[in-house]
């Protein structure tokens, strides 16, 4: 793939993904955003976190996510959520079943739009 359609191809996650961010925000009252370009902001930062330190999450707890059949990914976009909440000032997460409920959210819109947080797709 050419260097211009990756580019355009992470922008447009990126644009997606603040999107669903902000639609997720407005649903759930445990999640706050100040504004929508720290929606916008949470998505790019999401992004760098699941291209960079979620593959080694997943490396690491392998064995648990294969007794649960999967369902520690949810734990672990849960984390991926609140170590996002600690990086970007105006984005506030009420505890770690509020980031459970906005990965499972966040999770089915970009289902919806076709769109993945994962920058590697």
């Not at 639609?23 to 790019?44: K, P």
């Not at 980031?99 to 590697?120: K, P, R, Y």
Request: aromatic share 12%.
């Amino acid at each position: 793939m050419s260097d211009q359609k990756k580019s355009t191809s992470i922008l447009v996650k990126i644009l997606v993904g603040g999107i669903s961010v902000l639609i997720a925000d407005y649903f759930l009252s445990g999640v706050s955003l100040d504004s929508w370009i720290t929606g916008f902001l949470l998505a790019a930062v999401i992004i760098l976190i699941n291209f960079t330190l979620k593959p080694i999450m997943v490396f690491l707890t392998f064995p648990i996510t294969l007794v649960t059949f999967g369902l520690f990914l949810l734990v672990i976009n849960a984390l991926v959520i609140l170590m996002a909440a600690e990086l970007i000032p105006g984005f506030t997460v009420n505890g770690f079943w509020w980031a459970l409920g906005f990965a499972v959210v966040l999770s089915l819109i970009n289902g919806i739009f076709g769109n993945t947080l994962d920058s590697d797709r």
